[in-house]
T-cell receptor
Framework: QKEVEQNSGPLSVPEGAIASLNCTYSDRGSQSFFWYRQYSGKSPELIMSIYSNGDKEDGRFTAQLNKASQYVSLLIRDSQPSDSATYLCAVTRGRNNNDMRFGAGTRLTVKP | DAGVIQSPRHEVTEMGQEVTLRCKPISGHDYLFWYRQTMMRGLELLIYFNNNVPIDDSGMPEDRFSAKMPNASFSTLKIQPSEPRDSAVYFC????????????FGPGTRLTVT
């Protein structure tokens, strides 16, 4: 079982729709969770961090964490073509909040 | 504020040559991380430093890889000798020592070993 699993996609949504990205992880001791956006040929860009169960909203982005189900998600409201990118889920390993493990990423395409 | 700075942005070298990648973390950040990204293996943590001291190098693939951080504003990742399978994008990231654990990535160095 991979430490961090994501649906590789591609996920295609129309402009203005809600994009839902999902991630599961295997380490029950994980404490810190992140979503990064990576445009083709560019570096990962931090979008959201979440540390507690529940929802965390920042603008059009909402991260959701359920530690009991070992599940993290990212919702993008009012999707824009500029949101088209690969979204990487990152989870820290056990109590070491510096040892970050990444999923393979979900490629999102927002169609105008 | 300047972000993480990496150089060179692209490096092409021949097998057997020494390669040195450089990183300047965000000012004030006391953690520095080196990652490697390939299509096959994704993004992998190689090593990280805290206050210039290497803390965990368990991700370094082989003895051919070494990393140093002589001061708070500079780190190097060296591959000697390089091999074609080392071809990848190498990222440096840094984070502050506050309550959050967010890491910020540099632009990366695309390494091609022929």
């Amino acid at each position: 079982q991979k430490e961090v699993e994501q649906n590789s996609g591609p996920l295609s949504v129309p402009e203005g729709a809600i994009a839902s990205l999902n991630c599961t992880y295997s380490d029950r001791g994980s404490q810190s969770f992140f979503w990064y956006r990576q445009y083709s040929g560019k570096s990962p860009e931090l979008i959201m961090s979440i540390y507690s169960n529940g929802d965390k909203e920042d603008g059009r982005f909402t991260a959701q964490l359920n530690k009991a189900s070992q599940y993290v998600s990212l919702l993008i409201r009012d999707s824009q073509p500029s949101d088209s990118a690969t979204y990487l889920c990152a989870v820290t390993r056990g109590r070491n909040n510096n040892d970050m493990r990444f999923g393979a990423g979900t490629r999102l395409t927002v169609k105008p | 504020d300047a972000g993480v700075i990496q150089s060179p942005r692209h490096e092409v070298t021949e097998m057997g040559q020494e390669v040195t990648l450089r990183c300047k973390p965000i000012s004030g950040h006391d953690y520095l991380f080196w990652y490697r990204q390939t299509m096959m293996r994704g993004l992998e943590l190689l090593i990280y430093f805290n206050n210039n001291v290497p803390i965990d190098d368990s991700g370094m693939p082989e003895d051919r890889f070494s990393a140093k951080m002589p001061n708070a504003s500079f780190s190097t990742l060296k591959i000697q000798p390089s091999e074609p399978r080392d071809s990848a994008v190498y990222f440096c990231a840094s984070r502050g020592g506050g309550q959050g654990y967010e890491q910020y990535f540099g632009p990366g160095t695309r390494l091609t070993v022929t």
